[in-house]
């Protein structure tokens, strides 16, 4: 059976609209060479960036030629896997871009784009079937907060999201509340692990106990190399995703560096 000492941590930096395919490179180098400089073990721990679809072909071509020891994967993707479907992204094309990773579900998504639990489970399955790992967002915004409690609204977001999934697929889950996101408030570190032992026993529900304690499960919301180890204490919440602080690749190294200052 897995252990939460085999989890691999996993901190990811979601890029959102920032940064053109120039930009990318340069902050890919600059955070590629200051991890390298504080002897980055990538052995324990895993980092991954997510910047807009017009980067991904220079983000890979970088990592690949320079062998870094990054992974990276896509904002989004349609639920289709091709076809008459203007402006979307097909899982085929990050799949044929080495993509590792894609977002369903944030909550940017959710809120600007009308994404319901039906669309982000339908995006789920596309990923799973062109192989990526969907990294699968929930959260509660404030008025869900008050009106259902902590774990409720991310619990119901990540059984709709695992809806016909299949046991033994790698699946990520990060939970952020919404009223954390951009806003400098953050989850207490007790909090995240409350939800994410919620979240753990949810997927054991919607896949299996093996699956549940495979399972990587990250908090998001205004995360920094400054409040990172509070949450990795946590022993379900197994990484960060990470918004703003992920443009700085000073801090954003200094957050993926978490173990030091974790002490584990
Ligand atoms: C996010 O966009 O997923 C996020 C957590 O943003 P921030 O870290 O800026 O709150």
């Given at each position: 059976m897995t252990t939460g000492a085999d989890r691999r941590p996993f901190i990811a930096g979601n890029?959102?609209?920032?940064?053109d395919h120039l930009q990318a490179i340069a902050l890919v180098q600059k955070l590629a060479w200051t991890l390298k400089d504080a002897a980055y073990d990538p052995k324990g721990v895993e980092v991954a960036v997510f910047p807009p679809f017009t980067d991904l072909r220079s983000v890979q071509t970088l990592i690949d030629a320079d062998r870094f020891d990054l992974a990276f994967g896509a904002q989004d993707l349609s639920p289709k896997d091709s076809g008459a479907y203007t402006g979307d992204i097909s899982g085929a094309f990050l799949k044929a871009l080495d993509c590792s990773y894609v977002l369903v579900g944030h909550s940017e998504r959710r809120q600007g784009h009308g994404e319901t639990d039906e669309v982000v489970n339908a995006k789920v399955l596309a990923a799973v079937r062109h192989g990526l790992v969907p990294v699968i967002c929930v959260g509660e915004t404030e008025a869900e907060l008050e009106q259902h409690g902590t774990s409720a609204v991310p619990v119901a977001q990540t059984k709709a999201a695992l809806a016909g999934v299949a046991a033994g697929t790698p699946v990520v889950v990060a939970y952020e509340p919404v009223w954390a996101i951009g806003t400098g408030k953050v989850a207490t570190p007790e909090t995240a692990q409350e939800v994410g032992a919620a979240i753990r026993a949810a997927i054991a529900e919607a896949l299996t106990e093996e699956d549940a304690a495979a399972t990587r499960i990250l908090y998001g919301g205004s995360v920094k190399s400054g409040n990172i180890a509070g949450f990795l204490?946590?022993?379900?919440?197994?990484?960060a995703l990470v918004?703003?602080?992920?443009?700085d690749p000073t801090e954003f190294a200094g957050i993926a560096r978490f173990p030091k200052h974790v002490g584990v």
């Open positions: 890029w959102k609209m920032n940064l204490r946590q022993p379900d919440v197994d990484g918004g703003g602080a992920s443009l």
